[in-house]
């Protein structure tokens, strides 16, 4: 029997060293999880309840419209308002399934096979690999230290001379190396795609958490055409929820409708009336003590001294990206780095090549969203392993 081609993408590999783990755990060993991004506070104390008042209450819980029930996303818009000064139509929010929906859906609104689209390199690999399978060119910028690790107006210029780009991909603050565009950045680029008739694709599924007193520069403040996409999963510390959301272009309006509709009827009913009240103050505040945790575990990381090389500058999310090149020791690189710190420290971290095919195999990331005593504890452990490889 036949298998597609466009299925032959690379696996997600810290989803690999999560089956590890699990292995390990259920051998009974304590793993110190620094390799997922995800939050482990939960939901918001106001959000369960409510999950489990619809349970009971008569509250109908079947198909909703495709992009959503109308009190989330009146209430998603009324968050612009309040977060970035925004004035933003409901009628142009989708609700979707998890920030994954999202991407798919706008990818396949907006590019056709062999449309080229930009992506910074390093990356979350799901952009590049979701673009592979639906048959796009991946145009891959090598964005490094000199560049904050972030595309610039210069790097889709000179792509863009090569061969026309039909769409890049920003996320700020971005997954792996938690930099953030700054308003002036963010404008440029913005101003750039405009002039060459290429989609933007803004992904600030981060915002919210952040260390410089931005939450993060919403693109629709600079480009009206651009596609937002966000998600409840990681302030809101939501991510079993799966649900997420667009902010849409009125071209795109019909044709994501059309999409959200044949692939996913609509986004899981229970999760979106329950995260009505994500936009409470109580909500809110949860949120930002996560927040504070994250910083707290950035600080810990950041004064401790492991001998490695360039630090990416963590502006925004929760991971630290760095080169370990001065201490791989005997190791080939960092995929066998992290296999060996697991089997010694029992500590999980991802090794870079999963977000840089060309750099990753000496770079890792370091997730903070266990908090700042298990990143101490980390550190203690790593210290213990290095000094063994001297």
């Not at 993408?9 to 699990?22: D, G, L, R, S, Y």
């Not at 803004?202 to 993060?216: A, K, L």
């Not at 403040?221 to 929820?241: I, L, N, R």
């Not at 994501?256 to 809110?284: H, K, M, S």
């Amino acid at each position: 029997m036949k298998i597609s081609r466009r299925s032959g993408i690379h696996a997600f590999e810290v989803m690999t060293i999560q089956q590890k783990v699990a292995t390990m755990q259920a051998a009974g060993q304590e793993v110190l999880l620094l390799s997922v991004g995800e939050p482990c506070q939960g939901a918001p104390r106001p959000v369960r309840e409510r999950l489990a008042r619809v349970a009971t209450d008569g509250t109908d819980l079947g198909y909703t419209p495709g992009f959503g029930i109308a009190p989330l996303r009146a209430a998603i818009a009324r968050h612009y308002a309040d977060w970035y000064g925004l004035d933003v139509d409901p009628a142009r929010v989708c609700v979707t399934v998890g920030s994954s929906g999202a991407f798919l859906l706008a990818f396949l609104a907006c590019f056709d096979v062999g449309d080229r689209v930009a992506v910074g390199r390093p990356t979350y690999p799901a952009y590049a690999n979701d673009l592979r399978a639906l048959g796009c060119e991946v145009v891959e910028l090598d964005c490094g230290p000199a560049e904050r690790f972030q595309p610039t107006p210069e790097l889709l210029a000179a792509a863009h001379a090569e061969a026309p780009l039909a769409g890049v991909v920003l996320a700020s603050p971005a997954n792996p190396t938690g930099t953030m565009l700054d308003a002036g950045q963010m404008a440029a680029l913005a101003a750039w795609c405009r002039e060459h008739d290429v989609r933007l694709i803004s992904d600030e599924i981060y915002h919210g958490i952040s260390f410089t007193g931005s939450r993060g520069e919403c693109a629709w403040t600079y480009d009206p055409s651009a596609v937002v996409v966000s998600s409840f999963s990681k302030y809101w510390s939501m991510t079993g929820w799966r649900l997420g959301w667009m902010l849409l272009p009125e071209d795109l309006v019909d044709p994501v409708d059309r999409l959200t509709g044949n692939l996913f009827l609509c986004a899981p009913t229970p999760a979106q009336w329950a995260a009505v009240e994500a936009f409470t103050p109580e909500a809110y505040a949860a949120a930002d003590r996560a927040v504070a945790d994250f910083a707290a575990a950035r600080e810990v990381l950041l004064e401790a001294d492991l001998g490695w090389g360039t630090v990416a500058p963590p502006d925004g999310a929760f991971y630290v990206y760095a080169d370990i090149s001065p201490v791989l020791g005997r190791y080939a690189g960092s995929r066998e780095w992290c296999a060996a710190l697991l089997e010694d420290q029992q500590i999980a971290v991802t090794p870079g090549l999963d977000f840089d095919a060309v750099h990753g195999d000496r770079t890792v990331r370091l997730s903070l969203s266990a908090g700042a005593a298990a990143v101490a504890e980390a550190v203690r452990r790593i210290r213990t392993f290095q000094a063994g490889l001297s």
